[in-house]
Nanobody, 127 residues
Framework: QGQLVESGGGLVQAGGSLRLTCTAS????????MGWFRQAPGKEREFVGG????????VYADSVKGRFTITRDNAKNMVTLYMNGLKLEDTAVYYC????????????????????WGQGTQVTVSS
């Protein structure tokens, strides 16, 4: 069964940048929509952004729009989340997820649209 592995988390000062990567174990993930979610302590997991497989179009939560960017490299089975202008409220465990079926509209934001999840990587933003 396919796996997703996130890496790149860590501690960063507010205003700084981090790059998270999600590497898929199988080539088939190149045809899947990919999403990034995060979960802060005591809060529900929330959608951060996603990228389609067909045209690399992206969608972002309002809270990260203009600061975060998602790209994918299908040759490397990899999706990257570039995070700039980090804020204290960006502190969370970040997860990547993959959806076998096309994801549109509100489904981007819904856990149930995704079939595979990584184990998560911690991002901590300090003041």
């Amino acid at each position: 069964q396919g796996q997703l592995v996130e890496s790149g988390g860590g501690l960063v000062q507010a205003g700084g940048s981090l790059r998270l990567t999600c590497t898929a174990s199988e080539r088939t993930f190149s045809t899947y929509a990919m999403g990034w979610f995060r979960q802060a302590p005591g809060k529900e997991r929330e959608f951060v952004g996603g990228i389609s497989w067909s045209d690399d179009s992206t969608v972002y939560a309002d809270s990260v729009k203009g600061r975060f960017t998602i790209t994918r490299d299908n040759a490397k089975n990899m999706v990257t989340l570039y995070m700039n202008g980090l804020k204290l409220e960006d502190t969370a465990v970040y997860y990547c997820a993959a959806a076998r079926r096309p994801v549109y509209g509100i489904k981007w934001y819904r856990d149930y649209a995704y079939d595979y999840w990584g184990q998560g990587t911690q991002v901590t933003v300090s003041s």
